[in-house]
T-cell receptor
Framework: DARVTQTPRHKVTEMGQEVTMRCQPI?????VFWYRQTMMQGLELLAY????????DSGMPKDRFSAEMPDATLATLKIQPSEPRDSAVYFC????????????FGPGTRLTVL | AQSVAQPEDQVNVAEGNPLTVKCTYS??????LFWYVQYPNRGLQFLLK????DNLVKGSYGFEAEFNKSQTSFHLKKPSALVSDSALYFC????????????WGLGTSLAVNP
C-alpha cells in the first residue's frame, strides 16, 4: 500500500545547526507539500511543488529555510541555521494534479531545537 | 478570502452516542471539501471528501459528512462513537484560486468517553 515516507522521524539538534528533512512522495504523485504543525499556529503550509518545480514558498522563512526536489522521488526541507522556535512537527504530503485529488500525508518529522 | 472555521476546539461525547464535528467554509467558487483525522504522534489520515453530487458523503471508519451549500457547512458525523475515535479532526477546503492548495481549519479535538 503506497505511503509517503519521511526521515528522520525524530531529530534533536542544537541551535545553529543545519537540519535536513527528507520525504519520498507516493510514486506517480506530482505535487508535494511541506507543512509545519505547532500547538500555537496549527497546520501551516510552508511550500509546495508541482512536477518538481516550486510553486509557492510564501509560508517559509526565506532566510533560513529552503525546499528542493532533486528528483521525483525525493523532496528535502532544510533549515540553516536552526533556532528553538523551529521546533515543530514537519509533514510532507503528496497528491495528484487535479483540484479534486486528495493529499496524502507522511508520518512527520518531530524536530526539537535546543 | 477563502477560509475554513471549526467552531469547536473540543467535542466530548459518550461512547455509543452519535457525534458531530462542525465545519463551515468560505470560498469564491465551488468548494472541494475534505476531512482528515490525526491520531496522537501520527500524520494526518484522509477520511472523506466532497467533490460533487450526493450531499452525504461516506468515508473511512464509519464516518460520513453532510455538505450543505446554503449553510456553507460540511459537518462530520458518526452514528455511534467509539473510544478509538478520540483524535484531532481537521476540515479543509480547496482554494478556488489555487486548486492545489488546501485551506485548513484549526482542528477539533474529539474525546469519546467510555
Amino acid at each position: 500500500d503506497a505511503r509517503v515516507t519521511q526521515t528522520p522521524r525524530h531529530k534533536v539538534t542544537e541551535m545553529g545547526q543545519e537540519v535536513t528533512m527528507r520525504c519520498q512522495p507516493i510514486l506517480g504523485h506530482n505535487t508535494v507539500f511541506w507543512y509545519r504543525q505547532t500547538m500555537m499556529q496549527g497546520l501551516e503550509l510552508l511550500a509546495y511543488f508541482r512536477n518538481r518545480a516550486p510553486l509557492d514558498d510564501s509560508g517559509m522563512p526565506k532566510d533560513r529555510f529552503s525546499a528542493e526536489m532533486p528528483d521525483a522521488t525525493l523532496a528535502t526541507l532544510k533549515i540553516q541555521p536552526s533556532e528553538p522556535r523551529d521546533s515543530a512537527v514537519y509533514f510532507c504530503a503528496s497528491g495528484g494534479d487535479r483540484p479534486t485529488d486528495t493529499q496524502y500525508f507522511g508520518p512527520g518529522t518531530r524536530l526539537t531545537v535546543l | 478570502a477563502q477560509s475554513v472555521a471549526q467552531p469547536e476546539d473540543q467535542v466530548n461525547v459518550a461512547e455509543g452516542n452519535p457525534l458531530t464535528v462542525k465545519c463551515t467554509y468560505s470560498v469564491s467558487g465551488n468548494p472541494y471539501l475534505f476531512w482528515y483525522v490525526q491520531y496522537p504522534n501520527r500524520g494526518l489520515q484522509f477520511l472523506l471528501k466532497y467533490i460533487t453530487g450526493d450531499n452525504l458523503v461516506k468515508g473511512s471508519y464509519g464516518f460520513e459528512a453532510e455538505f450543505n451549500k446554503s449553510q456553507t457547512s460540511f459537518h462530520l458525523k458518526k452514528p455511534s462513537a467509539l473510544v478509538s475515535d478520540s483524535a484531532l479532526y481537521f476540515c479543509a477546503v480547496r482554494d478556488a484560486g489555487n486548486n492545489r492548495k488546501l485551506i485548513w481549519g484549526l482542528g477539533t479535538s474529539l474525546a469519546v468517553n467510555p
